[in-house]
């Protein structure tokens, strides 16, 4: 074992990863792997085993100051506050549960009826929890999300949780540097969420694997923290372990006032610090990758893993033409599962609901952007709006968003993770073919037998509108 | 946690790439607490019609497999959801390790704590592997940890790689959290240095 409580002191240098990674090491193996420190720790009521394993082994929480909980992923969205009090809802001990383990424990809650609970991974950026330069984890893989501030953010199991909960601290071995160019400028409705898609098409669902993937660009540079936040969210589902965007003066204006962020003399400071972040210009990257913004269309998934993904403009593709074996069979069994016909053009592909929500888009730039296509228009089939959190929901009402998507004929929900997972009573029906704007359409994910398409909220919205998968650059304002 | 050393059991193949932990154990099961197992819903809606009918055709309900304790599975298995529901569910059914071409990362790390050993060969000896097991269903591999090596019945040995400080914890079946909690000092003495460095990051002031 290798000491290095001294590291902290000492210069560091290489990529934006290599430079927290170096900061954080508390002790270091043979072989590699470290005991990293965590400066941020966010549960949620599906950590619930951790819990119970801590106080089996009769363990405390070591820095409950640096934990933080929220429910989100069993909540209930409809009519939340009845659902709970007359106990009709199948999973409110889940629910209650954290809260009595925040209590027993001294972890900050963000409780069901307090205005800062929503969606683990979008609350901890509201509230300037989520920082530059920390080392972030969470019981959830989408915790890659909070990367978009510029720190490395990882989810990790139950073990680890309880792991993180007891000590401040996880083992883990060092994963290579990936870098992600986005140059040029994205067409109108590109968002977002289809430069992650388009990228995840490139490199394949297991493309970033053992990597940690910095964005980097003009495009990148050009985006709002919301929008990045969209785009490290999805990094796991190209198997990268965080994603990750150098901060700016982006990252500094939005954080700046929010309630954990540092005030005063510790702004100043940490602002220096975070200055001093991003990669050097001679910083090494195992794998390098370009993508060219302009060349960016609107995308949907046809398949069952987000690396099934496509331009609108595109048809179905035809396992025929694959050339491997294994990705034909694997094309079949995803076509065969979304009952989908080879050569069939992706819009007009007849759509029975509409979700639009979970941590990838579910903040007020999402609901903008979906309310802006949805205004005078109605939706002809089902349509659900989540707000990420009570927070957004409120300033969403206070734009008169809610309104909009009323008037459409959606329903606008209580923020939760509700349709993206089929663990808490939202759900797609069998053989339903869903527009979600969530990140993942694995087989069953949002309901047995249901059939995702992921799209941008822009494109959810244009299906609520006309019942089909709909180029949303077609769309005039307010119609067909 | 149950010592890993050498390990001779039946390997069983699953001929799907990609395979996320959704499909390890839907969503909808994962609120049973851990002492009630997960074993029986493992693969559930791959192993099970719609009826609850076992389907014929998936290789953890053929009979010529016996109770294997090894799954030869293709490549990224265990993407997706960080739900160590995944790694439960293949320990409660009796699996003991997953050979694969890769694995989601935050899987093998889950598979770490559980006693699941995780080894990546290339795909090329995997699709070996998976002809030979469909060819001649219920015949062994024999794993051996402490060599770091695996021997098949096409009588070739295949070296695997795996961190030695994992390894260790392996064999001897210590749980990871047992012995960083002996490494608390060290834990207290970075965090005076660090939080005087970077104040603003010493926590939120419940403490
Ligand atoms: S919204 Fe979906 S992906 Fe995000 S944390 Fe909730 S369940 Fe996970």
Redesign the pocket.
């Known amino acids: 074992m290798v000491d290095s409580a001294r590291t902290v002191a000492s210069k560091i240098t290489g990529t934006l990863f290599d430079k927290i990674w170096a900061r954080h090491a508390v002790v270091q193996r043979d072989g590699g792997l470290r005991l990293l420190y965590i400066d941020l720790h966010l549960v949620h009521e599906a950590s619930r085993p951790s819990f119970k394993a801590l106080d089996d082994r009769k363990l405390t929480v070591r820095r409950p100051d640096r934990t933080f909980a929220t429910p989100?992923?069993y909540v209930p969205t409809l009519g939340r506050e009845l659902a709970i009090a007359a106990n009709a809802y199948p999973y409110r001990d889940t629910v209650e549960a954290l809260a009595a383990n925040a209590r027993a424990t001294g972890i900050t809650l963000f409780g069901l009826d307090d205005p800062r609970q929503g969606?683990?991974?979008v609350i901890g950026p509201e509230l300037g929890l989520s920082q530059p330069g920390m080392v972030i984890v969470c019981g959830?893989s989408?915790t890659s999300t909070h990367g978009a501030l510029g720190a490395f953010a990882f989810g990790v199991g139950n073990s680890e949780v309880e792991h993180a909960l007891a000590t401040q601290t996880l083992w883990q071995a060092k994963p290579r540097n990936m870098r992600v160019t986005l140059d040029g400028r994205l067409g109108p409705h590109v968002y977002a969420k289809d430069v992650i898609l388009a990228l995840i098409a490139k490199i394949g669902a297991a493309g970033g694997t053992g990597h940690v993937i910095e964005y980097a660009g003009d495009a990148v540079r050009a985006m709002s923290i919301e929008s990045r936040l969209t785009v490290c969210n999805m990094s796991i589902e190209a198997g990268a372990r965080a994603g990750m965007i150098a901060p700016d003066d982006t990252t500094l204006q939005y954080l700046n006032g929010r309630p954990f962020a540092p005030k005063g003399a510790q702004w100043d400071q940490a602002v220096s610090y975070w200055r001093t972040l991003p990669s050097d210009s001679d910083a090494a990257f195992d794998l390098e990758v370009s993508l060219d913004a302009t060349e960016l269309a609107p995308m949907v998934t046809w398949g069952t893993s987000p690396q099934d993904a496509a331009p609108i403009s595109r048809s179905v593709p035809d396992p025929a033409n694959e050339p491997s074996s294994e990705r034909r069979t694997a094309m079949r069994r995803a076509l065969d599962y979304m009952g989908l016909i080879p050569g069939t053009p992706l819009a007009g592909i007849a759509i029975d609901r509409v979700f639009i929500g979970?941590?990838?888009n579910s903040r007020i730039e999402d609901l903008r952007a979906a309310a802006k296509i949805v205004r005078g228009a109605k939706a002809i089939i089902p349509a659900a709006v989540v707000p990420g959190s009570t927070q957004v929901k409120r300033q969403a009402e206070a734009e008169g968003l809610d309104q909009i998507f009323i008037a459409a004929g959606f329903e606008w929900r209580s923020s939760g993770?509700s349709m993206?997972?089929g663990m808490n009573g939202d759900l797609v029906g069998p053989r339903q073919r869903c527009a979600s704007t969530?990140?993942?359409n694995f087989v069953g994910r949002q309901g047995v037998d249901a059939r995702t398409h992921l799209m941008s909220p822009a494109m959810a919205a244009a299906a609520a509108i006309t019942g089909k998968l709909t180029d949303v650059r077609r769309m005039t304002p307010g119609g067909q | 946690m149950e010592p890993f050393g050498r390990l001779d059991a039946v390997a069983t193949p699953l001929l799907i790439a990609n395979v996320d932990t959704d499909q390890i154990i839907p969503a909808r099961f994962l609120a049973r607490a851990r002492a009630d197992g997960f074993g029986d819903v493992l693969f559930h809606d791959l192993r099970f019609t719609r009826d609850g009918a076992a389907r014929t055709d998936f290789a953890l309900n053929d009979p010529k497999y016996g109770s294997p304790k090894i799954l030869v599975a293709e490549a990224n298995f265990g993407c997706g959801s960080s739900r160590e529901h995944a790694v439960w569910a293949l320990v409660d059914f009796g699996f003991r390790a997953v050979i694969a071409p890769s694995f989601g990362d935050i899987f093998r790390n889950n598979s770490y704590k559980n006693g699941l050993l995780a080894v990546s060969l290339p795909s090329a000896r995997i699709a070996a592997l998976q002809k030979l097991l469909r060819e001649r269903p219920g015949v062994s591999i024999q794993i051996d940890l402490p060599a770091q090596r695996m021997f098949a019945p096409d009588g070739i040995v295949n070296d695997f790689s795996i961190d030695p400080f994992r390894k260790m914890l392996l064999i001897e079946g210590v749980e990871e959290i047992n012995f960083t909690l002996g490494l608390r000092g060290r834990i207290a003495e970075f965090e005076r240095a660090y939080e005087s460095k970077f104040p603003w990051a010493a926590g939120w002031g419940n403490r």
């Open positions: 989100d992923h969606i683990v991974h959830d989408h979970s941590c990838t993770c993206c997972v969530s990140n993942r």
